[in-house]
């Protein structure tokens, strides 16, 4: 499976998806969450996958919303309604499938990022993770 924004593979019955945009700080775009509810679809029609791991490359697991890509969208509330809409179906994907997922968080984890490394049946945490829930600094809520 080719996706631009998402790494994913398999290692036998184990899909492995990681964020992969770590330039960006991992941020949450429109085209990673197409990729991500690509990988979660997959992951949960395919019967030879037993189990999830969802991380993120590089130093930080995700910065959260992509604030360069949502002021792009100008003054029209519905692109950012749209994008927020399909990372939550990634989400829900994740939260709702029968198979067991594991979620490693690395670095920071901030505003849509933080629900992102909530998805899993188990989260293990390493001594380098930090969380923010940097909604009012951005101005959105």
Known sequence: MELSHVDYQCDGPVAIICLNQPESGNTLSRQMALDLFAAADHVQSDDSIRAVVFSARGPMF????????????GRDPNKLITVADQWHKAQHILLTMPKPVVVGV??????????????????????????????TAAGLS
Not at 62 to 73: A, I, P, T, V, Y
Request: glycine share 16%; aromatic share 12%; hydrophobic share 45%.
């Open 62 to 73: 995700s910065f959260g919303g992509n604030l360069k890509e949502f002021q792009s969208f």
């Open 106 to 135: 690395n670095g920071m984890a901030a505003g849509g990022g933080v629900p992102m490394t909530l998805v899993g049946d188990i989260v293990l945490v390493d001594e380098t993770a930090r969380y923010r829930l940097a909604y």
